[in-house]
Nanobody
Framework: QVQLVESGGGLVQAGDSLRLSCAAS????????MGWFRQAPGKEREFVAA????????NYADSVKGRFTISRDNAKNTVYLQMNSLKPEDTAVYYC???????????????????WGQGTQVTVSS
């Protein structure tokens, strides 16, 4: 069992930055790939970014490439999502998730992830 808790969301203006954190507990975190997804009202959950177990591989959605950065600190059992140059279309609930089967994976598919956090709201005003 893995427990994931996101934090760092909030209300910001377009062009601002936020850093989301996802703290993991339970089963070993350091050998698991991690991902961030988001879901806006009325839309399906979509991939944002993913990182392999040691941070050696990352993957980003085209819509956030160059603006968002995923990173992890295995000593702190935490994965981060640094979000810069935020846009109103980034408004969504952001979820972190862990893929316990593919340590080197950076999958964009939600069903590849086994455990999910409760989400944190990010609202970007224009």
């Amino acid at each position: 069992q893995v427990q994931l808790v996101e934090s760092g969301g909030g209300l910001v203006q377009a062009g601002d930055s936020l850093r989301l954190s996802c703290a993991a507990s339970g089963r070993a975190f350091s050998n698991k790939a991690m991902g961030w997804f988001r879901q806006a009202p009325g839309k399906e959950r979509e991939f944002v970014a993913a990182i392999s177990w040691n941070g050696g591989q990352t993957n980003y959605a085209d819509s956030v490439k160059g603006r968002f950065t995923i990173s992890r600190d295995n000593a702190k059992n935490t994965v981060y999502l640094q979000m810069n140059s935020l846009k109103p279309e980034d408004t969504a609930v952001y979820y972190c998730a862990t893929d316990i089967h593919r340590p080197w994976g950076t999958s964009v598919i939600p069903v590849d992830y086994d455990y999910w956090g409760q989400g944190t709201q990010v609202t970007v005003s224009s």
